[in-house]
């Protein structure tokens, strides 16, 4: 029980930000085949550094559109370096 309370007082005084390296930022894009947009497809992030497991996707809208989601809807993407993969 002290280890549950030393815990939730921990999180409970926390400001509520993330570390910058948590923090998604803005991004979008647009995926073309032959100059003409791509529906319906998944954009794969994949990070370029092999040891992180931040990897995530994107859907394209009808107009070949995608904007990343980190974690919430279209929030962005983490900080880093991918490589993209359209599936």
Same mark, same amino acid.
């Given at each position: 029980l002290s280890t549950f309370f030393v815990l939730f007082i921990t999180v409970g005084c926390s400001d +509520?930000?993330?570390?910058?390296?948590? !923090?998604? !930022?803005? &991004?979008?894009?647009?995926? !073309?085949?032959?100059?003409?947009?791509? +529906?319906g497809a998944v954009v794969v992030f994949n990070p370029a550094d092999p040891a992180s497991k931040?990897? $995530?996707? =994107?859907? *394209? +809208?009808?107009?070949?559109? $995608? &904007?990343? *989601? =980190?974690?919430?809807?279209?929030? +962005? &993407?983490?900080p880093g370096e991918y490589v993209l993969t359209v599936v």
């Open positions: +509520g930000k993330w570390p910058d390296e948590f !923090t998604p !930022t803005p &991004a979008q894009g647009k995926v !073309t085949v032959k100059g003409k947009p791509l +529906g931040r990897r $995530f996707n =994107a859907y *394209t +809208g009808p107009d070949g559109s $995608f &904007a990343p *989601t =980190a974690f919430r809807n279209g929030d +962005g &993407a983490l």
